[in-house]
């Protein structure tokens, strides 16, 4: 059986917490008796006397290998055969056990911080054959708490705030610091607060850290912040504990304690009489020393006025004066009025025996500007009769300058507002006339825009704008309501309803609503018509028995009139198609029966020859434009076209005319070119003297004739500037064939060897027979 003398600090740590005991074998000597020389110690056999707990005290100062406790088996008798093994967290790093004794060493300084107990398993073996002599035996290392940390709080600075003027141990803000020591053992976690810095005016709760004003009055208006230090100190406080410190930056908050004044009492302000309803006269400004929503105020005029308004810049909390009545400096001059300003928000605190309010008196003086014609009416609502004749009266406007000199006006009208030219204005008296005849139902109303000018400046200028209604006359006749799609059946009856009408006026009723009269004229035999007494009228049979092959279709005249006056009215035409329908009336078709044809073919028989012929006219044309794609030109129709060179011409030229833009003769023989001929689709502006060249010597290569040309003409300053672009192209010289063109061959064809042209192959027959038949003399 395993047993732990030194487990019995166990019991001492619960007897006197506060005691530290170091762990030897001398407080062990005491309660057991003394240890004999090998340092074993007579123990009891029984197990209730195992403790499964060491205790050890954390940074220990002595001796590197801390002596913890010891082990011991009743199996051990000290012979030496007996082997202990140690397991566990930290066993062979931070503890070590003697293999032979049982005592338990720690190999350095542990931290309760890091780890406070460790898990331990004791095994007792025999030495020579490692078989377990007792069962696995689990015990604990606790470690013992030493005040080796001091406290700590979790911010360097905190910030909080506190209103103005609060009363004496108003709370503030709370702030607590921790200790990593153990708060179950002994004061080494035990913290008092204290206020280091910020007396007289903040104080700090002992025990849970809570700072409190300490100073009544506090005003922010003189000082706003405030940084208090406050410490944390373990020990409960006593001397030789550790501390920690922290600030605390307290901002007092504003309350509404300061009422709004002006520094000046009496505002001076000038005001153009031009200046719009609404503008801004000037600005008055009172002083609030209290910030946020306690500094808003509001500006009133004490009274109102009639003239005159004040509001309140919310951004910058100024009274802004401005007009409420147009100004009139030839009426009135000078006006004063006084301004009110008060907080508008109040602290019940603090409004007594103070007055949150102040007052200022205001001057406003006008000042003459040149105004621009007034007139009497603004807008103007004019009516006036369709159908008017052009040159009629339509209606006046008058203007006048209000100023003093009052000059003379005169009007016209603004013509992007009537750009049909409908109106027209006298410019001396502002009477409007018609220039053409007005319809109420193309426009009811027409917007204008008269304008009046100063005539000695022509820049002050007034528009009004005239709205003239157009009022109805009745002079459009009715007309049906819509489009109607009537059929009648073959085998209808006589007064069978067919279809319902009615129709609509453009023009306006002169009392309620239209009333139309609707009429057919009477002798038609095949159709009558109902009034029905509200604006809709029935179209009834005359009688039964239609047919499509008779007739078709019939056209019915309606005659619709109104009630108005002058009386109008006009014919519409009913278009009754005669369809065939079933029994119940249902429409099955309309179309005209086709009658079979005297000869005993049917439609059915003349569309099928129809199709015949229209294919074999297909196939007579496919025929013959296949005919045509087999004819296929000869590659050279004459061996006088045959040509050595390609010409790539990159301007358009004349047709078939043009024969003098570019001739190959010349190219071939320059001797030929004896005048200057110009071309005919292009005329120079200026004529420049023709300078003849100097002919080449016959048989010459036409690349180095055409080179000398070029060069010639880049070399000479009075060339025209329209001659065209001539680009002749060479094969190249990678053909197995070599070149085909006679630009690059000697000064003769006689030097050449064509027969090879011949065992090309089908392709180039025709080529061969050109070459291998010339005459050798023919010029290249």
């Known amino acids: 059986m395993i047993t732990n003398q030194a487990l019995l600090l166990l019991m001492l740590s619960v007897l006197w917490p506060s005691t530290a005991l170091p762990f030897t074998t001398g407080n062990i000597e005491n309660l057991f008796g003394k240890p004999e020389s090998d340092g074993r110690v007579l123990q009891r056999s029984k197990r209730g006397w195992m403790w499964n707990q060491f205790f050890l005290m954390e940074e220990y100062t002595g001796n590197d290998h801390q002596y913890v406790g010891k082990l011991h088996s009743n199996m051990d008798k000290g012979d030496g055969t007996v082997k202990y093994v140690l397991t566990g967290d930290g066993a062979g790093t931070l503890f070590l056990i003697d293999e032979k004794s049982g005592d338990i060493h720690a190999t350095k300084r542990l931290d309760r911080e890091e780890k406070a107990m460790y898990t331990l398993h004791a095994k007792v073996l025999d030495r020579n054959t490692n078989a377990e002599l007792e069962p696995d035996t689990e015990f604990n290392i606790k470690i013992h708490d030493i005040n080796d940390n001091a406290p700590k709080f979790a911010k360097e600075i905190y910030f909080a705030s506190v209103p103005e003027m609060s009363e004496v141990g108003t709370s503030v803000v709370t702030i607590t610091a921790s200790d990593a020591d153990d708060q179950t053992y002994g004061n080494s976690a035990k913290l008092v607060y204290s206020i280091l810095e910020g007396q007289p005016y903040f104080s700090v709760d002992s025990e849970n850290g809570t700072i409190k004003t300490a100073l009544?009055?506090?005003?922010?208006?003189?000082?706003?912040?405030?940084?208090?230090?406050?410490?944390?100190?373990?020990?409960?406080?006593?001397?030789?504990?550790?501390?920690?410190?922290?600030?605390?930056?307290?901002?007092?908050s504003d309350v509404n304690d300061s009422p709004p004044r002006f520094a000046n009492h009496s505002f001076r302000m000038a005001a153009v009489e031009s200046t719009e309803i609404g503008g801004a006269v000037g600005r008055i400004k009172a002083d609030d020393p209290d910030v946020g929503r306690n500094a808003e105020m509001e500006y009133t005029i004490v009274g109102g006025h009639d003239t005159f308004n004040i509001i309140t810049d919310q951004m910058t909390q100024e009274g802004v004066v401005i007009i409420k009545k147009t100004l009139d400096y030839e009426s009135k001059r000078d006006f004063e009025f006084k301004v009110e300003v008060r907080n508008t928000y109040l602290d019940a605190r603090?409004?007594?025996?103070?007055?949150?309010?102040?007052?200022?008196?205001?001057?406003?003086?006008?000042?003459?500007?040149?105004?621009?014609?007034?007139?009497?009416?603004?807008?103007?609502?004019?009516?006036?009769?369709?159908?008017?004749?052009?040159?009629?009266?339509?209606?006046?406007?008058?203007?006048?300058?209000?100023?003093?000199?009052?000059?003379?006006?005169?009007?016209?009208?603004?013509?992007?507002?009537?750009?049909?030219?409908?109106?027209?204005?006298?410019?001396?008296?502002?009477?409007?006339?018609?220039?053409?005849?007005?319809?109420?139902?193309?426009?009811?109303?027409?917007?204008?825009?008269?304008?009046?000018?100063?005539?000695?400046?022509?820049?002050?200028?007034?528009?009004?704008?005239?709205?003239?209604?157009?009022?109805?006359?009745?002079?459009?006749?009715?007309?049906?309501?819509?489009?109607?799609?009537?059929?009648?059946?073959?085998?209808?009856?006589?007064?069978?309803?067919?279809?319902?009408?009615?129709?609509?006026?453009?023009?306006?009723?002169?009392?309620?609503q239209h009333k139309f009269v609707f009429s057919i004229s009477a002798s038609n035999p095949n159709f009558t018509i109902v009034d029905r007494e509200d604006n809709t009228a029935n179209i009834l049979t005359r009688r039964g028995g239609f047919s499509r092959r008779e007739m078709s279709m019939y056209f019915l005249?309606?005659?619709?009139?109104?009630?108005?006056?002058?009386?109008?009215?006009?014919?519409?035409?009913?278009?009754?198609?005669?369809?065939?329908?079933?029994?119940?009336?249902?429409?099955?078709?309309?179309?005209?029966?086709?009658?079979?044809?005297?000869?005993?073919?049917?439609?059915?028989?003349?569309?099928?020859?129809?199709?015949?012929?229209?294919?074999?006219?297909?196939?007579?044309?496919?025929f013959a434009a296949l005919r045509r794609q087999r004819k296929k030109?000869?590659?050279?129709?004459?061996?006088?076209?045959?040509?050595?060179?390609?010409?790539?011409?990159?301007?358009?030229?004349?047709?078939?005319?043009?024969?003098?833009?570019?001739?190959?003769?010349?190219?071939?023989?320059?001797?030929v070119m004896e005048t200057n001929k110009l071309r005919r689709d292009i005329i120079p502006e200026m004529l420049f003297p023709f300078r003849r060249t100097s002919p080449i010597k016959d048989n010459a290569d036409v690349r180095d004739f055409i080179n000398?040309?070029?060069?010639?003409?880049?070399?000479?300053?009075?060339?025209?500037?329209?001659?065209?672009?001539?680009?002749?192209?060479?094969?190249?010289?990678?053909?197995?064939?070599?070149?085909?063109?006679?630009?690059?061959?000697?000064?003769?064809?006689?030097?050449?060897?064509?027969?090879?042209?011949?065992?090309?192959?089908?392709?180039?027959?025709?080529?061969?027979?050109?070459?291998?038949?010339?005459?050798?003399?023919r010029e290249t």
Not at 643 to 670: C, H, K
Request: hydrophobic letters at 35%.
């Open 216 to 252: 009544p009055g506090m005003d922010r208006e003189i000082k706003e912040n405030y940084q208090v230090v406050i410490q944390a100190k373990d020990m409960a406080g006593q001397m030789g504990g550790l501390s920690g410190t922290t600030t605390v930056s307290i901002t007092l």
């Open 350 to 512: 603090f409004i007594h025996g103070l007055q949150f309010k102040d007052y200022a008196a205001v001057k406003v003086t006008v000042e003459d500007v040149d105004e621009p014609p007034l007139f009497s009416m603004n807008p103007y609502i004019i009516e006036v009769h369709e159908d008017t004749a052009a040159g009629s009266f339509v209606g006046v406007v008058s203007a006048r300058d209000p100023d003093a000199d009052d000059k003379p006006v005169k009007y016209s009208i603004d013509r992007h507002t009537d750009l049909e030219r409908l109106f027209n204005i006298d410019s001396v008296n502002g009477t409007i006339t018609t220039l053409k005849a007005l319809d109420r139902e193309m426009s009811k109303w027409h917007n204008i825009s008269v304008v009046a000018t100063e005539m000695n400046n022509p820049r002050q200028t007034t528009r009004v704008p005239v709205f003239i209604k157009v009022l109805d006359v009745n002079d459009n006749a009715p007309e049906f309501a819509m489009s109607y799609d009537t059929f009648v059946c073959e085998n209808v009856k006589a007064g069978q309803l067919i279809q319902t009408i009615s129709a609509v006026d453009t023009d306006e009723p002169l009392v309620g």
């Open 557 to 622: 005249p309606v005659v619709i009139s109104d009630n108005d006056y002058p009386i109008q009215s006009s014919t519409s035409t009913l278009i009754v198609r005669v369809c065939g329908c079933d029994s119940r009336g249902n429409m099955q078709s309309c179309n005209p029966e086709v009658l079979p044809f005297s000869d005993g073919l049917t439609t059915g028989a003349l569309v099928a020859i129809l199709l015949c012929v229209i294919i074999l006219l297909m196939i007579v044309v496919l």
């Open 633 to 671: 030109e000869p590659l050279i129709i004459s061996k006088e076209d045959v040509r050595d060179n390609v010409v790539s011409y990159n301007d358009e030229g004349g047709g078939e005319e043009d024969t003098q833009a570019f001739d190959i003769g010349t190219l071939r023989n320059p001797e």
């Open 708 to 777: 000398g040309r070029l060069q010639e003409n880049d070399s000479d300053p009075t060339a025209p500037p329209y001659d065209s672009l001539a680009t002749y192209a060479y094969e190249g010289t990678g053909s197995l064939a070599e070149s085909l063109s006679s630009l690059e061959s000697a000064a003769t064809e006689g030097d050449q060897d064509y027969d090879y042209l011949s065992n090309w192959g089908p392709q180039f027959k025709k080529l061969a027979e050109l070459y291998i038949g010339r005459s050798p003399d």
